[in-house]
């Protein structure tokens, strides 16, 4: 494969998935991880992505602007956060994990709703905080730099005291077999809490990320009560989920 095949390769899983680890990296390429490792360090000189350490994230996955162009698919992501804020009314208690989908959702959350947000992540929190009548709980811990979420045991510990009415879970891949999973061992755990303090579990992602799967295992499809995409309810894409989930 020539150096400019992977490098498409590579962006395309940055840009679907937000960050991608070097060992995924060389087994889909089938090249070593000395080649992914020099590849994303040309991209990164060229502004094409973000190296971090043992991979790369999209250069909008932690600094989300509405100015910024590097968010991947963001017409995508906006109709399915306008499906998402369609569920939520006055004196409910909600979850937001990180992401740039959930990110839109927060941003479309009309500022009259009168509502309280529980969330690990500092960028959700941050858009929230010009909306008056929302009221912000940051679930608090130790930070992982590259996703600016909340990890250890310090959010999961909270999350243990806490029954949201719902949880919209940002997800790095789902997979009808496998069902949702990510790339960080850390973030999954505080998923899992996400889920068991939740009464209803919501999961927005935009149809490239169905199908595909990652490392660690967050659940089972079973353990998700709704999936929003960008697609009608209808699409073929989603008619393997129809048996598990709910479709929005």
Known sequence: MLKEERHQVILNEVRIHNKVLLADIAEILKVSQDTVRRDIKELHDKNKLKRVHGGAISLGFNHYSYVNREIYSLEKKSRIAEKAVSLLKDGQVILLSGGTTNLEIARLIPPYLKITCFTPSLPIAMQLLPKPNIEIIVIGGKINKDSQIAVGGSPIGALAELKADICFLGVNS???????????????????????????????????????????????????????????????????????????
């Open 174 to 248: 789902i997979h009808p077999v496998e069902g949702v999973t990510e790339l960080y061992w850390e973030i999954v755990q505080v998923k899992k809490a996400m889920i068991k303090a939740s009464k209803k579990v919501v999961v927005p992602s935009i149809s490239e990320k169905i199908n595909s799967e990652q490392r660690y295992k967050i659940c089972g499809l079973d353990a998700v009560d709704l999936l929003i995409t960008e697609l009608d309810e209808s699409d073929p894409q989603l008619e393997v989920y129809k048996q598990s989930i709910e479709l929005l």
